[in-house]
């Protein structure tokens, strides 16, 4: 892993250091706001295993869940409406497939 010195900007009536320290190795683009890369792949994770058919309780019970982040992270994800409306295209999918008129006849 590479390490590189960022110089931060001295902005007037500071003392020019930074709180961290000089050799501050932090996110440079913090002030961007949120990266949503990682709430899309726990949410395409957690959609991907519910069509698979398993139950949610078993999902979020899964060590790649727990190793994407805090609880309340996961379950920010969870509830979000983007990943409830998968799951809930999910049902339906699932409904529609055991309709009886879609099943072969026996």
Request: aromatic share 10%.
């Amino acid at each position: 892993m590479v390490y590189v010195r960022i110089a931060l900007p001295h902005l007037p009536g500071s003392s020019g250091r930074h709180p961290h320290g000089e050799g501050f190795r932090g996110n440079p683009y913090l002030f961007l706001g949120r990266r949503p890369f990682r709430e899309a792949r726990l949410r395409s994770y957690i959609v991907a295993q519910h069509r698979r058919g398993r139950p949610t309780a078993e999902i979020l019970q899964d060590a790649y869940v727990r190793k994407c982040g805090s609880e309340t992270f996961v379950w920010s994800v969870f509830v979000d409406p983007r990943t409830t409306k998968a799951l809930a295209e999910n049902i339906r999918a699932a409904f529609d497939e055991a309709r009886p008129e879609r099943r072969p006849s026996a």
